[in-house]
């Protein structure tokens, strides 16, 4: 989870080295993320690999798995979006540039949420997911919740900014915008997704 937060946190000077059109840098974010992205994928592969099958584990092993996967997925499409961004040398519209950071900011918001309270694992290991800690993480993930429902908002306002700006843009450009719009909102859902699938485990118990 620390892996994808860093990876997630590489889009805002990614998009702020976009902003002031800065291609160098913008080419050394990309390689970055891509690392990253790496890291991450290797670590998911090594705790599959070596998690025991036979053994009992304090958690369900198929949740644990669940969970891993949705942060894998955080530094996954943070990928697609770097990707794309660079590979189509996609300019900010103009209609956008105004909404479109604090919606980033937002989204790397939610990952860093989610990632404090997988900071918790340990705790909750050792009190069997019950208890007081279990229900203090019970209270941060509500406010997971409340912050990625923010988010959205944000993201609903940046695509109605886009919408309104249309016919300014190159058609095929607006599919993509509307493209990168979603997978920013998606690094937001899977941190959520993380925080709900912690909950899970904690009910289970």
């Given at each position: 989870?620390?892996?994808?937060?860093?990876?997630?946190?590489?889009?805002?000077?990614?998009?702020?080295?976009?902003?002031?059109?800065?291609?160098?840098?913008?080419?050394e974010y990309q390689v970055q993320i891509d690392?990253?992205?790496?890291?991450?994928?290797?670590?998911?592969?090594?705790?599959?690999?070596?998690?025991?099958?036979?053994?009992?584990?304090?958690?369900?092993?198929?949740?644990?798995?669940?969970?891993?996967?949705?942060?894998?997925?955080?530094?996954?499409?943070?990928?697609?979006?770097?990707?794309?961004?660079?590979?189509?040398?996609?300019?900010?519209?103009?209609?956008?540039?105004?909404?479109?950071?604090?919606?980033?900011?937002?989204?790397?918001?939610?990952?860093?949420?989610?990632?404090?309270?997988?900071?918790?694992?340990?705790?909750?290991?050792?009190?069997?997911?019950?208890?007081?800690?279990?229900?203090?993480?019970?209270?941060?993930?509500?406010?997971?919740?409340?912050?990625?429902?923010?988010?959205?908002?944000?993201?609903?306002?940046?695509?109605?900014?886009?919408?309104?700006?249309?016919?300014?843009?190159?058609?095929?450009?607006?599919?993509?915008?509307?493209?990168?719009?979603?997978?920013?909102?998606?690094?937001?859902?899977?941190?959520?997704?993380?925080?709900?699938?912690?909950?899970?485990?904690?009910?289970?118990?």
């Open positions: 989870m620390r892996i994808a937060l860093e990876c997630a946190e590489q889009l805002d000077p990614l998009f702020q080295a976009i902003l002031q059109g800065k291609k160098a840098e913008v080419l690392r990253l992205e790496g890291e991450a994928d290797e670590i998911f592969k090594e705790v599959r690999k070596h998690l025991p099958r036979t053994f009992m584990l304090p958690v369900d092993r198929r949740d644990l798995l669940g969970l891993l996967d949705m942060q894998d997925k955080i530094a996954n499409v943070t990928q697609d979006i770097a990707g794309l961004l660079i590979e189509r040398q996609m300019g900010i519209p103009e209609g956008i540039k105004e909404p479109l950071m604090p919606y980033v900011t937002e989204c790397i918001g939610v990952v860093r949420h989610a990632a404090s309270i997988m900071e918790e694992m340990d705790e909750l290991l050792e009190t069997g997911f019950a208890g007081p800690q279990a229900l203090r993480v019970s209270g941060m993930i509500d406010e997971l919740n409340e912050i990625e429902h923010q988010s959205d908002l944000t993201g609903i306002a940046v695509s109605k900014a886009l919408f309104a700006h249309e016919d300014e843009i190159n058609p095929v450009s607006v599919i993509f915008w509307y493209k990168l719009l979603e997978w920013i909102g998606d690094t937001a859902d899977y941190a959520e997704a993380v925080g709900n699938r912690l909950r899970l485990m904690i009910a289970a118990r």
